[in-house]
C-alpha cells in the first residue's frame, strides 16, 4: 500500500504545510516538539481536518479538498496508538479491546453484556486478546495493568478493527530507559505479523534510526527531508537536517578551493574529500567521527587546550571551546563535541583529550543551509 500525504492547515503560532509518499512498511516522522509531527497524524486519522489538500491510500481518498471527500475518522480505518495509550480507566481489558469495534452495527455495552452481534464481536475480541498474550487479564482495569500490559491492550484495541493504516503517536516517549528498550522491541513484534503501512512519530532519532526504513524529518510545520532513514543519517544533506538527526558538530564555511575550506566557528583550515560546490555553506562531522591527533597538521586539526568534560556510565564527551577569531552566528558553534567509548578506551573522565583532534575528510558531512 501506499499512503500519499499532501496537506496544508494554518495555526497560531505556524503554517504546517507537509508532503510526502509512503510505500515502505514502515515510516518515521521526526522533529522537535511542536513542529507538526502529531498534527499530521491527526490530519490522516481525521481528528483534525487540514485546509487544503489530499490524503489517499492507494485508491482510497481519506481527503480531498477539491473534491470535498473528507471521510469520518471510523471509516478511514486506521489504528491511532497514543503517546498514553488513552485506554478508558473505567472499562477492563476486555471492554477496552470490544470498544476498537464500535459502529452503528455492532457495539459493546460494557454496563449490561454483550449486545448487538454477540457471537462475532465475542470471537474477534477473545481472538485478539490470545493474540497479545492477554489470556486471564480480561477483568483487570488499566490501573492494574504493567506499563507492557497497557501497550498490549491498546494494540489490541486497535488491531482487532483489523485497520489498513497503522499510526504511531510518540509511543515511547513518556517512559523510562529499561522499560522503554523491553516495550519497543514488544511492540514491534506484535506488530511483526501486520502487512499494512505504519508510521511512527518521534523526536528520538534512535527510535527512528532502529525501527523506521524511511524518514521523513519535519522542521517548523514544513518538510526539511524524506527518504531512505539510514541514507539520510549518512548525509542529511542540509543543516537543519544535520542537526535535527543529532549532529552536535556544524561549522559555517568559506570556501578556498574544491576541497578546501575554512571553518569559521571552528577556526581551522579543512581538506575534505568530496568536491566543495558553491551551494555547501556549512560543514558537519558526528561526534563520533572525530579521531585524537599527537600532531599539529595544516589541515582538519583542532586545538584542544580548552575543554570541558561530561561522563556517563559507557562513554565521555569531550567539549573543546575552539575561541575562534570570526564572529559565530549560531549560538554554541564555536564549540566541538568529541565522543570516545569508556569500554574501548579504557578511560575514564578524568583522563584528558590529546592535544589536537583531527577530523578525517571521509567522515566529514558537506551542509546546505537549506
Not at 134 to 163: C, T, W, Y
Not at 335 to 363: D, G, M, R
Amino acid at each position: 500500500m501506499a499512503l500519499e500525504v499532501n496537506i496544508s492547515k494554518k495555526f497560531k503560532v505556524f503554517q504546517l504545510k507537509v508532503s510526502f509518499l509512503q510505500e515502505s512498511r514502515v515510516m518515521g516522522i521526526l522533529g522537535e516538539s511542536g513542529c507538526g509531527k502529531s498534527m499530521t497524524l491527526k490530519c490522516i486519522a481525521g481528528i483534525e481536518k487540514p485546509d487544503q489538500g489530499r490524503i489517499a491510500l492507494d485508491n482510497r481518498v481519506f481527503y480531498d479538498s477539491q473534491l470535498k471527500i473528507n471521510l469520518a475518522p471510523q471509516k478511514r480505518r486506521v489504528g491511532y496508538l497514543f503517546q498514553n495509550y488513552a485506554l478508558f480507566p473505567n472499562m477492563t481489558v476486555e471492554e477496552n479491546i470490544a470498544a476498537g469495534l464500535f459502529n452503528s452495527r455492532m457495539f459493546y455495552d460494557w454496563k449490561s453484556g454483550w449486545a448487538g452481534k454477540n457471537d462475532l464481536l465475542k470471537s474477534q475480541t477473545s481472538e485478539i486478546i490470545k493474540k497479545m498474550h492477554l489470556q486471564g487479564l480480561e477483568k483487570q482495569h488499566p490501573f492494574q495493568l504493567s506499563g507492557g500490559q497497557q501497550q498490549r491492550v491498546a494494540l489490541a484495541r486497535m488491531l482487532v478493527n483489523q485497520p489498513d493504516l497503522i499510526l504511531l503517536d510518540e509511543p515511547f516517549s513518556a517512559l523510562d530507559g529499561h522499560l522503554k528498550d523491553n516495550l519497543q522491541y514488544e511492540l514491534f513484534g506484535a506488530l511483526s505479523e501486520y502487512k499494512g503501512p505504519i508510521i511512527m512519530v518521534s523526536h528520538n532519532r534512535d527510535e527512528i534510526y532502529k525501527f523506521c526504513e524511511n524518514l521523513t524529518v519535519i522542521s517548523g510545520g514544513t518538510v526539511a527531508t524524506t527518504g531512505k532513514t539510514k541514507e539520510i543519517f549518512r548525509d542529511p544533506k542540509t543543516k537543519e537536517t544535520a542537526r535535527l538527526t543529532g549532529c552536535k558538530n556544524i561549522s559555517r564555511i568559506r570556501i578556498t578551493g574544491l576541497y578546501q575550506c575554512y571553518a569559521l566557528d571552528w577556526g581551522i583550515n579543512i581538506r575534505t574529500e568530496q568536491e566543495l560546490t558553491t551551494d555547501i555553506t556549512h560543514i558537519g562531522i558526528r561526534a563520533h567521527g572525530i579521531i585524537p591527533s599527537y600532531g599539529k597538521n595544516e589541515y582538519n586539526t583542532l586545538d584542544c587546550k580548552d575543554f570541558r568534560m561530561i561522563e556517563s556510565p559507557f562513554e565521555v564527551q569531550y567539549i573543546i571551546n575552539c575561541n575562534n577569531r570570526e564572529a559565530t552566528q549560531d549560538a554554541g558553534s564555536n564549540e566541538v563535541w568529541w565522543t570516545k567509548n569508556k569500554l574501548e578506551n579504557k578511560i575514564s573522565a578524568q583522563e584528558n583529550p590529546p592535544q589536537y583532534l583531527f577530523f578525517p575528510p571521509e567522515e566529514l558531512i558537506l551542509l546546505k543551509d537549506k
